[in-house]
């Protein structure tokens, strides 16, 4: 057996990889609290049961997976945390919240009829963009979210060319 994916990865591309997934996780932690303390909205604070026990998963995951390169345990860690990095903090965090929630928010908001925006984010449960912290911390998901993906991506580009290497020296 030749290992899985993480085993096959520099450390450090790992780390950043994990790393990256998590920074997703503490900065809509900080957001959502910001969110709940600025428009006195506690129900935001529901992401920290979520964020917090996604960021430890993610990280016993991708350890789990370095720690045991050989065997099945250390493949389903890889597998599963790569699976949850992806799935939560990436798209669901990143993507939908970060992405669609705020950066394409305030797009429209600047640059399409209110009658469009008012449509796609109704009030509640949206607000039109009137705290600058907020947004950016907001749209901040979203670039993270792009920098986590590529980094995720990288582990997969460098599979790609181990197993083009390893085919060219066989």
């Known amino acids: 057996m030749h290992g899985h994916i993480l085993a096959r990865q520099?450390?450090?591309?790992v780390f950043r990889a994990?790393?990256?997934a998590i920074s997703?996780?503490?900065?809509?932690?900080?957001?959502?609290a910001y969110g709940a303390v600025v428009y006195d909205t506690p129900w935001r604070m529901h992401i920290l049961f979520f964020a917090v026990p996604a960021a430890l998963a993610i990280a016993g995951l991708f350890w789990l997976g370095l720690r045991r390169p050989q065997d099945l345990v250390g493949s389903v860690a890889a597998w599963a945390g790569l699976a949850l990095a992806v799935g939560f903090p990436i798209l669901m965090i990143g993507?939908?919240?970060?992405?669609?929630?705020?950066f394409v928010k305030i797009v429209l908001y600047y640059t399409a009829p209110t009658e469009l925006v008012a449509r796609l984010?109704?009030?509640p449960?949206?607000?039109?963009?009137?705290d600058i912290v907020f947004e950016a911390t907001g749209v901040m998901q979203f670039a993270l979210a792009?920098?986590?993906?590529?980094?995720i991506r990288c582990l997969f580009k460098r599979e790609d060319?181990?197993?083009?290497?390893?085919?060219a020296r066989g």
């Open 18 to 20: 994990a790393a990256a």
């Open 24 to 32: 997703i996780l503490v900065l809509t932690s900080v957001h959502h």
């Open 95 to 102: 993507f939908y919240e970060g992405g669609y929630n705020h």
């Open 10 to 13: 520099p450390a450090n591309a």
């Open 125 to 130: 449960p949206y607000l039109m963009p009137n």
């Open 146 to 151: 792009l920098v986590a993906a590529n980094r």
């Open 121 to 123: 984010f109704p009030t």
């Open 161 to 167: 060319e181990a197993g083009v290497a390893g085919a």
